[in-house]
């Protein structure tokens, strides 16, 4: 019997301590050191992408995540939206391309771990850098910084989040996929303009979000101040310089930027692929344990999702392109780059590089294990001339701007310079063009009803808390009989200081004129001639936002529309200010609080068709229905005969369209070698910014499709065509 007993409590001993060693080792299944994430106890060099779940579609997505693991990647990342999880305050929106815990499920289905970026500070390019806009309407509220009523909001959508991930067991002691989550985002240039509040504020961000106990270490970018046992990460076109504040902690690169935006009036930038993968070997032969590429899908900034003055296409030249297809040779060649570094994973984690010289301007990296496994990296970074170095007795082509891999630290399996694949040139090919009709819209005055007035000019948000991109400013002018003007002609000049964006002048119900900023400076005036007579006058000035400002010190403090000064100049009095008097206000244009978007709502007016179709006028909204064309290319439409506005298909936005505003820069032949930047691979000068504008196949079905667009400036519909993407 006691033999028995001591056999029960031997036998429950061993499996207590296996079962502790279950939990301690689950508990403990991310963790990190100097060399690099440890997931399960084993070092690894990973590879990460970009995929913004709102920037496709749900049916898009399974795909994508494919592809990105076809293509070597270990890690999805993305931003959490706050902006599109609350929209209104209380109210919480997880449905559609919103539907975050779908995306990461479908991410752990493909095999592949996901990084999660909360912030909930995106930037992004995102309307208003993700944060919802009646967060800047709280009491006493200052953004990104130690004032209590940010940080209490901020923290509760922070823990709405990590509890949602919680209870769908998503975080990698779980069983999930999120093996990184990462907290507020490039905060330390603002941290720098604000001081003390600032600093104050980042270390309080960094202990809230170590505090929910999630399990997986916290990440926080561009922040050289993160506070232990957060890990500071580098963001970039080139971090091989970067250095953690910790030697504790792994060298990681979360945002290694495959390209650049597109801004409306901007010229199209493109990164030369050779330039990505040198970047990243540079990087990782001096001990970088992790890439993320930013983007590696890029998509579309659907709706009014974009931020300030950003394209509807989120391209950025990634892997992926905007339509979820290869970009060759940039796919491939990337794909190679990561087969190559799995192959020296064993050396990288093991060992830090010996660093030999191979010449004036060239090196050799070589990590070497106890264990024998040895990778060498041969770098040539003369940006004109390639040269012939030797290494272990063995002579080796170096390309200009360049590193060669070698896995056993002799046979060379791959180059940054050397491509492999040819490029593919997309090919954009019409599948159908539109019978149209058209309404036009109504300008209204400030005698309207469903106005409001004051006798001031007011901020644009606070007057439309951003439901609408359109804000009426009007009042009316007296314009005396014996006025001058009247009588030779030389008609009076109307001045309209603007915070942005755009503004088109109507006066008397006829467009007088139409001005806007630009992406470096939102601000602009419009001055011009107008025709007044005797009598009462009125102006409409319809201001316009192109997206809220996404990055940048109390950004939620800047201004917006028309705060003056107005003038009227030419007067026999002079110069008349119209800044002070009475203005009148009207959110949005008749023709969106109708609804003429949608099926039930373009019912309820009288469209003109025909010969009586609205031409190259306006503020006009035309509508037409199509039928899906046949196969699974992916489908755009051709706006390039268009002026302003946005673009509905089956009352979901494709976005804004602004094919009117050409695209400024230096374009030419780029050559990869050398130091890149945004504006050094340029393409579209001198043509639209973005002339096609992404239909998800999703979002149509087999027959009577809605199409419909508002046209703010005036364009020719007929113009317009169904194109479909091939490469």
Not at 234 to 239: L, M, T
Not at 272 to 299: C, T, W
Not at 531 to 546: C, H
Request: hydrophobic share 35%.
């Amino acid at each position: 019997m006691f033999l028995l007993l001591n056999m029960l409590r031997v036998n429950m001993l061993l499996k207590l301590v296996a079962l502790c060693s279950l939990v301690c080792s689950v508990i403990a299944s991310v963790t990190y050191d100097h060399k690099a994430l440890i997931i399960n106890g084993k070092r690894r060099i990973l590879f990460s992408g970009s995929i913004h779940y709102p920037r496709s579609t749900p049916e898009m997505w399974p795909d994508l995540i494919q592809k990105a693991k076809q293509g070597g990647l270990d890690i999805v990342e993305t931003y959490v939206f706050w902006n599109g999880h609350e929209p209104s305050q209380g109210k919480f929106y997880f449905e559609g391309r919103y539907d975050l815990v779908k995306f990461i499920k479908l991410v752990q289905k493909a095999g592949l771990y996901l990084h999660l970026r909360i912030g909930p500070f995106a930037c992004a390019e995102w309307n208003f850098g993700g944060f919802p806009v009646w967060l800047k309407f709280v009491p006493g509220i200052e953004f990104r910084t130690d004032n209590g009523p940010f940080k209490e909001k901020m923290q509760a959508f922070t823990e709405k989040i990590v509890n949602m991930m919680k209870a769908e067991k998503l975080f990698e002691p779980q069983g999930g996929p999120i093996i990184l989550a990462q907290i507020e985002n490039e905060y330390e240039l603002p941290e720098w303009d604000i001081g003390a509040p600032g600093k104050a504020y980042a270390q309080w961000a960094a202990k809230m979000a170590v505090g929910l106990e999630i399990g997986v270490p916290w990440v926080m970018c561009k922040q050289a101040d993160a506070p232990d046992p957060v890990i500071n990460a580098c963001n970039g076109f080139y971090c091989e310089g970067f250095t953690p504040n910790s030697n504790k902690k792994p060298k990681m690169w979360t945002e290694n930027w495959s390209g650049w935006y597109t801004g409306f009036g901007k010229a199209v930038p493109y990164r030369p692929v050779e330039d990505v993968a040198f970047s990243i070997l540079r990087f990782i032969q001096k001990n970088g344990s992790l890439v993320n590429y930013y983007m590696y899908h890029g998509g579309t900034n659907f709706g009014r999702t974009s931020g300030r003055f950003v394209a509807t296409s989120y391209d950025y030249d990634s892997p992926l392109d905007e339509y979820g297809l290869p970009r060759e040779p940039k796919y491939t060649h990337l794909q190679s780059l990561h087969k190559a570094i799995k192959a020296c994973e064993p050396a990288l984690v093991s060992a830090d590089p010996k660093v030999t010289s191979l010449g004036s301007n060239q090196e050799a990296h070589v990590f070497s294990s106890d264990s024998g496994a040895c990778a060498a990296f041969l770098a040539n970074y003369d940006p004109k001339w390639p040269v012939k170095v030797t290494y272990g007795g063995m002579q080796y082509d170096l390309p200009p701007w360049s590193i060669s891999v070698l896995p056993d630290c002799k046979k060379e399996v791959y180059n940054s310079a050397r491509l492999t694949v040819q490029g593919n040139h997309a090919k954009m090919t019409s599948v159908g063009t539109f019978k149209w009709q058209s309404y036009v819209d109504h300008i209204p005055s400030s005698s309207d009803g469903g106005t409001h007035s004051a006798n001031r000019l007011s901020d644009q948000l606070k007057e439309t808390w951003d439901t609408s991109d359109y804000l009426w400013y009007m009042t009316e002018v007296n314009i005396a009989a014996n006025e001058k003007f009247l009588e030779n002609g030389n008609n009076p000049v109307l001045t309209v200081t603007s915070a942005g964006h755009a503004c088109d002048v109507f006066v008397n119900g006829q467009l007088a004129g139409t001005a806007y900023g630009t992406a470096d400076d939102p601000r602009f005036t419009f001055s011009g001639k107008v025709k007044l007579w005797a009598g009462v006058n009125r102006i409409s000035l319809l201001s316009v936002s192109v997206g809220l400002p996404n990055i940048g010190t109390h950004f939620e403090k800047w201004d917006l529309g028309i705060l003056g000064p107005v003038k009227l100049s030419g007067l026999n009095e002079g110069t008349r200010d119209l800044t002070s008097p009475k203005w009148s206000y009207k959110v949005g244009v008749d023709g969106e609080k109708s609804g003429l978007y949608t099926a039930s709502g373009s019912s309820k007016v009288k469209w003109a068709e025909g010969g009586s179709l609205a031409q190259k006028q306006p503020l006009t909204w035309y509508k037409t229905v199509f039928d899906e064309p046949a196969g699974d290319d992916p489908l755009a439409l051709d706006m390039n005969s268009m002026g302003k506005g946005e673009v509905w298909v089956n009352e979901e936005s494709i976005g804004r369209h602004w094919p009117a505003y050409k695209a400024v820069g230096k374009c030419g032949k780029c050559y990869y070698a050398g130091e890149y930047s945004e504006n050094k691979c340029l393409s579209n000068c001198g043509e639209a910014s973005q002339k096609w504008y992404h239909v998800p196949r999703s979002w149509l079905k087999p027959k009577g499709n809605l199409l419909v667009i508002f046209e703010e400036l005036g364009g020719d519909p007929k113009g317009i065509s169904l194109v479909k993407r091939t490469v």
